[in-house]
């Protein structure tokens, strides 16, 4: 069975499903096992097709219920009403919906999945916060859109999921002076890191602190994917093995029909 974790602000709320998937439960093998749900890589396609069919049974929904994004590292956010072909996916990395029926899917391998939900409103979203998508926006235009759907901001949860975490983040003057060259006072997100000229970034908390900012109430879960070998796909440390075939885990939000 596809494994999930969730986010306690948006579980047991009646009509709503949600799931940060790690990648135990299912049928692909090598770099990609198991639970590999990325329609980019170079899976086999049925296995990753079986592997998303489980995902979205594990939420309580056919298998073609789940629709993905081409994921692109922007602030775009697509509106779905009706299900798209997976071969004409949105180049987008945030996805919003008010109808019943549909698992929004977005897969990560150590960016921040960010599920949304205004239960009230009926309104849901999902976000792939890259460290480049999250600098330029695509929280808060997901919050627009969610509120341009119906959503208030002031119902809005959002729930960051499993992303990889300051103590295993080391980056470069580059992604700290892109990051400060926006708002000087999120230097708080960097501590010094143990090489020179790095720093470890608070990717989960940046996050946070930008939803926050937004006007909605956010939960951050705790896993870190880079150690988490076992349970987690984390390119970091796929990069650091030495590269390599690698797969993508799911997390995914519906309103239940």
């Avoid at 594990?58 to 779905?80: N, R």
């Avoid at 792939?128 to 959503?151: I, N, Y």
């Amino acid at each position: 069975m596809a494994e999930f974790v969730t986010a306690a602000a948006l579980a047991d709320r009646p009509g709503l499903a949600h799931g940060f998937f790690t990648r135990r439960g299912g049928v692909s093998s090598g770099g990609f096992a198991a639970l590999n749900c990325s329609l980019s890589g170079r899976d086999d396609a049925d296995s990753v097709q079986e592997n998303r069919r489980r995902a979205a049974d594990a939420l309580g929904l056919p298998g073609g219920a789940l629709v993905g994004l081409t994921q692109v590292h922007g602030d775009a956010v697509a509106l779905l009403d009706t299900p798209w072909p997976e071969a004409d996916r949105p180049r987008a990395d945030a996805v919003v919906t008010r109808r019943p029926g549909l698992a929004l899917g977005i897969v990560t391998a150590d960016c921040a999945p960010v599920l949304f939900a205004d239960p009230e409103a009926g309104v849901i979203g999902a976000a792939h916060a890259g460290w480049r998508g999250a600098v330029a926006g695509v929280l808060e235009a997901t919050v627009a859109a969610m509120v341009g759907q119906g959503a208030a901001r002031h119902r809005i949860l959002a729930a960051v999921g499993p992303c990889i975490r300051q103590p295993s983040y080391e980056v470069a003057a580059d992604l700290r002076d892109a990051v400060l060259a926006r708002d000087a006072a999120d230097a708080r997100f960097f501590a010094e890191g143990a090489r020179q000229d790095r720093w470890q970034f608070d990717l989960a908390g940046y996050c946070a602190a930008r939803l926050a900012a937004a006007g909605v109430a956010v939960e951050v879960t705790p896993h870190d994917t880079l150690p988490a070998t076992d349970t987690f796909f984390s390119h970091r440390r796929n990069t650091l093995a030495g590269g390599g075939p690698i797969g993508h885990q799911l997390s995914a939000i519906a309103i239940l029909a």
